[in-house]
């Protein structure tokens, strides 16, 4: 059978101009498209760019992972600091003496 006899894969009533390398169907010249200097058709095209597609959906989930983890080490770090500059404040400020002590008008003594 010679190429002039051959009929498309997707459109039975076109000559094939074409064979796709992947699953060596015969197709038309708008069936197949050239992928990395070979000729193959939309299905193989799919299968061929479906695991680049996967390592991808695959590296952004962790990079995900690891900006949650950052986020909130960085939460963490900011009350831990927070919570150390209240532990530095001294007591009496904390119960209030302080401000009543200093607001108390002074008593004369006779």
Not at 73 to 85: I, K, P, Q, T
């Amino acid at each position: 059978m010679t190429l002039l006899e051959v009929r498309c894969f997707n459109h039975p009533f076109r000559e094939a101009g074409a064979r796709c390398l992947s699953c060596t169907r015969y197709y038309c010249r708008e069936c197949v498209t050239e992928h990395m200097e070979r000729l193959v058709c939309a299905r193989c095209l799919e299968k061929l760019s479906q695991p680049a597609a996967r390592i991808r959906g695959r590296f952004r989930a962790g990079l995900l992972l690891v900006e949650a983890a950052c986020g909130l080490l960085l939460a963490w770090m900011f009350f831990y600091g927070l919570g150390r500059v209240l532990l530095a404040i001294p007591s009496p400020l904390h119960e209030g003496t302080l401000w009543w002590e200093r607001n108390q008008p002074e008593e004369d003594t006779p």
